[in-house]
């Protein structure tokens, strides 16, 4: 009994398998087909991209975009995005179109995108012309004429488990902004999925809307959802639109945020070497700052931009009793903060108890003291870790040679064993 | 007494190979639901994931390397050809005895630098650095033989970024793969490590990081090992992955958080198996502490290694392998069926007990129990002719399934003739091939290997020009 049993449960387990094994050929089998049926209609979906978007042989500009950007400054701060309506985009096609079966191509567009295919097929003629083109205003209000955010979310192109953040990705990539599509990106941004939370980004940013991308960033704070802060970075660094403007906007914001999104804030501003005089003035603000995290960032900040008005913050925070700030400012100090009190303090901390802070401290003396005697001194002197750390960054700067650098450890070594 | 010895012997087999079969029943189904989803998720989301290049975590590579004078230049050249922005190169050459530094040096054309290293996890004396300043840089770190555990926590004292990847000096990572082993870090704060998928390069041709060419081997050698590598990395690790189970990331390639690293003491000295250590060292810290992590295995992260080509150096990496295993193993057996250590506790670390690491000693022992048993007269052999037969075509199945799973993800990476061949030595390797691993990995149960280096035969990896002309 107990035998036969065993039989039929290793029968089923087998079966079981078998299954598993017909289920991925005949899923192999199917995307074979699937394959030739898109490679198909991507055949001829390419003649009729052609007839709607011309290859005019440089790659397009964007007058659109910069025209946007200048409206969207004329009307700031009750800024509404401007779209073209559904009546401007066709009336533009048609009069681009070369053949006389405008309307019988964008119905049959609008009637293959519907399918898992068509979809596919469309998507690889649209990269294509992307990827020759870069992304143009023409590419997008075609992709907008032929495609809309009901087509997407009625496609079955993929399992429902992922619909939702690759309609996302296509509305992104076909940069299809309604203000439904902005209400789902932002709906979306509070999703359980990181996958739909990182498309919903996606979108946003690609709009080139700054109220969006402030609302977004908004919403971002307050979600409980983790964001990881290089996604953030590149959602900022990538915005579609004018970063000045969008910058602008969101030091405004700045006060209100949560300390990460500040610092994030800050790494954002640095990348872009903003200096703006109001930034400026909030970095200033920030060098006095109760966190930790954020005085460190302010003081990269200054570090790439320079304003006199930062030597005392920095030399102040010279003295913090958190390495980590001691250790940033000490690095920064050379970056045009050079003066006698600098120098002394610096000079004082290549003694300090903290590795980094006397290596950041060394560079920045290297390189702001003249004065051969004074950085001889250093070495001659009482204090072994001063010594070490200055030689180490002599020999790191090319003050110095290999054989010397050596030479002076050996002696160094001699010197702590007597 | 001998007979009714026997007789509970051959009850206990007949189980252990039941649940056995049961076991791998249940991870080749889930692998196989796991590997599906991710297969459309790879398919319809397979942009990456920041617009930005620059914004990806930067990494260190630690390549440690013990007498690979032949293969660490091709290594290191086909790690600079790697579509990532921002990364650096650690080799570290463990008191090598041949010309592993100097053909370093001269290649790349290093200087000699005098680098400080924090010595955050304990490591052998280091004698000298040299580094270039090219836009990637690559170091070169000359220490005093300590082993592969030891080389590899000099590496994690002079790297410059939080995140570390190991690699073998006899691999070669695809173009994406540290791209791809990256994005869990960006998609999950509480990810330690990621392991990557292993894959044999003995008849592959690549060039700039990417496949140009799939050869079938000639070697039946090699095949049964290709049938081997994708049961481990598309079956066993893909289910253990599901409930952050995995004990083992390969030496041959993983991506680690160095502050995770530098909690755990880094790789311990000494040991063979220090990927296995360092991961269950990892789980048991993590889990200990109540500290949440993800230790996870990205399938499409690739990694080509060279396999062995004879015998005995398989018997060897075997040997090592099984030894590795049990040194760690048996030095947190605190968690075997310990709920504290959660789904580690209770089923990873259990499975790998009792179904990877005492599985050669009954295997052995149930072939003497079968002879025993013949001429006692206590064999039904019908019965264990059939059951055999079952058993052997289950196993075949969970083999023909790796196969599919391999073809389904990785189209490129094999050719219908190459996929027919491996059918057929799935079929085959019941008949010896397992019997002689088992057999290799019963040696580890004998007495421990010193050697902290394996002892594998390099040959430089196949290019254009090497390849016959009838393939």
Same mark, same amino acid.
């Given at each position: ?9 290793f ?6 398998? /078998? ?25 001829e ?18 007058p ?24 401007q ?14 309307d ?27 990827? /020759? ?26 399992r ?14 076909? =940069?299809?902004?309604?203000p439904?599509v902005?209400?789902? /990106? ?18 946003i940013?690609?709009t ?27 959602f ?36 872009r ?28 900040y ?14 102040q ?7 980590e700030i ?43 003291v ?10 001659e002197?009482?204090? =072994?870790?001063?010594?070490e750390?200055?030689?180490?960054v ?10 010397r ?14 | 007494m ?5 007789y509970y ?66 290594t ?5 050809n790697?579509?990532?922005?921002e990364?650096?190169?650690v080799?570290?050459?463990? +008191?090598?005895?041949?010309?592993t ?8 054309g ?7 290293a ?9 004698i ?15 220490k005093?033989?300590g ?30 793969s540290? =791209? ?37 081997p ?19 690790r ?22 995770a690293?530098?909690?755990? +003491? ?7 198996g220090?990927?296995?250590?360092i ?15 993800m ?11 060279? /396999? ?33 250590y959660?789904t ?20 052995v ?9 013949y001429?006692l007269g ?10 055999l ?9 969970v ?25 057929l ?22 007495g ?7 002892k ?14 009838e393939?």
């Open positions: 009994m107990t035998v036969n049993l065993v039989y039929i449960v029968i089923g387990l087998i079966a079981v398998l /078998a299954i598993v094994s017909i289920y991925f050929i005949s899923d192999m089998v199917a995307r074979r087909r699937e394959g030739k049926k898109v490679d198909a209609l991507t055949q979906l390419r003649s009729v991209f052609a007839r709607f978007l011309p290859d005019e042989g440089e790659p397009h500009q964007d659109e975009k910069a025209g946007w950007v200048i409206r969207y400054k004329e009307k700031h701060p009750h800024y509404t995005p401007e779209r073209k309506q559904p009546g985009v066709d009336a533009f096609f048609r009069k681009q179109h070369s053949g006389a079966d405008y019988d191509d964008i119905r049959q567009l609008k009637k293959q995108v519907m399918t898992k295919a068509g979809l596919q097929a469309f998507n690889t003629c649209y990269s294509e012309y992307v990827l /020759a083109h870069g992304y143009t205003e023409k590419a997008r209000d075609f992709a907008g004429m032929v495609i809309d955010y009901r087509v997407l979310q009625k496609n079955k192109v993929v429902d488990k992922y619909r939702t953040s690759y309609i996302l990705y296509l509305l992104a990539e076909y =940069r299809i902004y309604t439904e902005e209400e789902f /990106a932002l709906r979306s941004l509070n999703d359980k999925s990181l996958y739909v939370r990182g498309n919903a980004l996606r979108v940013k690609n080139g809307d700054i109220p969006l991308m402030a609302y977004a960033f908004e919403t971002i704070n307050k979600s409980e959802h983790y964001y990881n802060d290089k996604v953030l970075i590149d900022l660094d990538s915005f579609a639109g004018d970063l000045d403007s969008l910058d602008d906007e969101l030091i405004k914001l700045f006060d209100s945020m949560q300390e990460e999104l500040r610092v994030l804030l800050i790494t954002h501003f640095t990348n070497r903003n200096n703006n005089p109001v930034i400026l003035d909030k970095m200033l603000e920030c060098m006095e700052d109760e966190d930790m995290e954020v005085v460190i960032a302010a003081t990269k200054f570090g790439w931009m320079y304003d006199k008005r930062a030597h005392d913050l920095i030399l925070n010279l003295g913090n009793e958190q390495w001691r250790a940033q400012s000490a690095r920064v100090a050379q970056r045009g903060y050079g003066s006698p009190q600098m120098i002394d303090r610096l000079e004082c901390l290549l003694g300090d108890g903290n590795w980094f802070v006397r290596m950041n401290s060394a560079y920045s003396f290297i390189n702001m003249e004065d051969e005697a004074r950085i001889n001194a250093v070495l002197g009482g204090d =072994r870790y001063a010594r750390i200055t030689m180490y002599m020999f790191d700067r090319g003050k110095m040679d290999y054989d650098y050596t030479q002076m450890m050996e002696k160094e070594a001699e010197r702590s064993l007597a | 001998l007979e009714t010895i026997v012997l051959n009850v206990f087999f007949f189980v252990y190979m039941f649940l056995y079969a049961l076991v791998f029943f249940t991870t080749t189904l889930t692998a196989s639901l796991r590997l599906d989803d991710f297969f459309v998720r790879k398919r319809y989301m397979s942009y990456a994931m920041l617009s930005n290049d620059r914004n990806y975590i930067p990494v260190s590579i630690l390549v440690p390397a013990f007498n690979e004078e032949i293969t660490i230049i091709d290191v050249e086909s790690l600079l790697l579509k990532y922005t990364y650096e190169i080799v570290i050459n463990d +008191g090598s005895e041949d010309n530094s100097q053909v370093l040096i001269d290649r790349f290093l200087k000699q630098v005098a680098r400080p924090r010595l955050s996890v304990p490591c052998n004396e280091i000298n650095v040299y580094e270039n300043m090219d836009k990637v840089r690559i170091t070169l770190v000359n005093k033989n082993g592969k555990a030891d080389a590899l926590n000099a590496g994690i004292n002079i790297c410059r970024f939080p995140l570390f990847a190991c690699i073998d000096a006899d691999s070669m990572l695809q173009d994406d540290i =791209r791809i082993v990256a994005e869990p870090f960006l998609e999950n704060d509480d990810t330690i490590a990621v392991g990557g998928n292993i894959k044999i390069s003995n008849d592959v041709i690549i060039e700039n990081g990417q496949v140009v060419e799939t050869n079938i000639k070697k039946p050698i090699i095949l049964f090992q290709m049938i081997e590598y994708l049961r481990v990395f598309l079956a066993s893909v289910a253990l992955n599901s409930i952050n189970g995995n004990l083992i990331i390969s030496g041959a390639f993983g991506l680690y958080k160095k502050a690293a530098i909690n755990v +003491g880094g790789y311990t000295p000494g040991v063979i220090e990927d296995m250590e991961i269950v060292k990892m789980h048991a810290f993590y889990r200990k502490n109540k500290i949440p992590y230790i996870y295995y990205a399938p499409d992260a690739i990694c080509w290694t060279q /396999a062995p080509e004879k015998l005995s150096v398989l018997r060897r990496q075997r040997r090592r392998w099984h030894e590795g295993m049990g040194q760690s193993l048996g030095s947190h057996m605190f968690m075997f069926f310990n709920p504290h959660g580690v506790g209770t089923v990873a670390f259990p499975y790998f007990v009792l179904f990877e690491y005492i599985t050669p000693i009954l295997e022992a149930g072939i003497v129990t079968i002879v025993l048993s001429f206590l064999l039904n052999v019908q019965f264990f002719i059939m059951y037969l079952i058993y052997m075509g289950f196993s075949m199945i083999s023909l399934i790796s196969l599919l799973l391999d073809r389904y993800i990785f189209p490129t990476h094999s050719t219908p003739r190459l996929t027919a061949k491996l059918v030595f799935a079929f085959l390797e019941s008949f010896g091939y397992r019997q002689f691993c088992s057999l290799c990995r019963l040696g580890a149960f004998i421990f290997n010193k050697n902290q280096w394996g594998m035969e390099r040959t430089q990896n196949r290019k254009r020009e090497d390849q016959p002309e393939s």
